[in-house]
């Protein structure tokens, strides 16, 4: 049974950096899989954030392109993201999630860490 | 970008009746990379549904889902008491993946 856990900060200070870590178990993240961080804001729609693979292609968001770096360390069998410049806007519960195979739905999420900014 | 517009925003019904929920599709889902998903409060997502009506692993068979194109339904038969949740469509056909505003079912 695949695993995963979210773990960062939970209050960032505007205009700073937000950086979350997935860490994965019960899996190999160099499986045939992408590995997503998707978001959601208080009351609001799910939003994908970006996807990365284990050769560390990653695909993002366009809305949120210019200011999002997703990453991977096989060696701790985990992923991570950066989200730049944050707003108000960027307060969400922060997922990550697994995709089923190269393109498929999310079939395993992370229980979701709250990420709050403000100063 | 798709954007999936779900109906209704709320579904008022008591256990055992039969749920009916919708998902528009801005432009065509390719290949029907459809998916469903039930989210209870402080709970992440849970896949019910996918290639439009295929149900993922575990996932009792009064969940069922059907459409193609650009609408898609989801048909829970008889509510069990554990079904009262949101439920959210979402396209993974096409980039940026994106999600339906949901759709929550609650007990009448």
């Known amino acids: ?119 | 970008e798709s954007v999936l517009t779900q109906s209704p925003g709320t579904l008022s019904l008591s256990p055992g009746e039969r749920a009916t929920l919708s998902c528009r599709a801005s432009q065509s889902v390719s290949s029907s990379f459809l998916a469903w998903y039930q989210q209870k409060p402080g709970q992440a997502p849970r896949l019910l549904i996918y290639g439009a009506s295929s149900r993922a692993t575990g996932i009792p068979d009064r969940f069922s889902g059907s459409g193609s194109g650009t609408d898609f339904t989801l048909t829970i038969s008889r509510l069990e008491p554990e079904d009262f949740a949101v439920y959210y469509c979402q396209q993974y056909g096409s980039s940026p993946r994106t999600f339906g505003q949901g759709t929550k079912v609650e007990i009448k």
Not at chain 1, 50 to 73: A, F, H, K, M, Q
């Open chain 1, 1 to 119: 049974q695949v695993q995963l856990q979210e773990s960062g900060p939970g209050l960032v200070k505007p205009s700073g950096t937000l950086s979350l870590t997935c860490a994965v178990s019960g899996g190999s993240i160099s499986s045939s899989n992408w590995w997503s961080w998707v978001r959601q804001p208080p009351g609001k729609r799910l939003e994908w954030i970006g996807e990365i693979y284990n050769s560390g292609s990653t695909n993002y968001n366009p809305s949120l392109r210019s200011r999002v770096t997703i990453s991977v360390d096989k060696s701790k069998n985990q992923f991570s993201l950066k989200l730049s410049s944050v707003t108000a806007a960027d307060t969400a519960v922060y997922y990550c999630a697994r995709v089923l195979g190269l393109l498929g739905p999310f079939d395993y999420w992370g229980q979701g860490t709250l990420v709050t900014v403000s100063s």
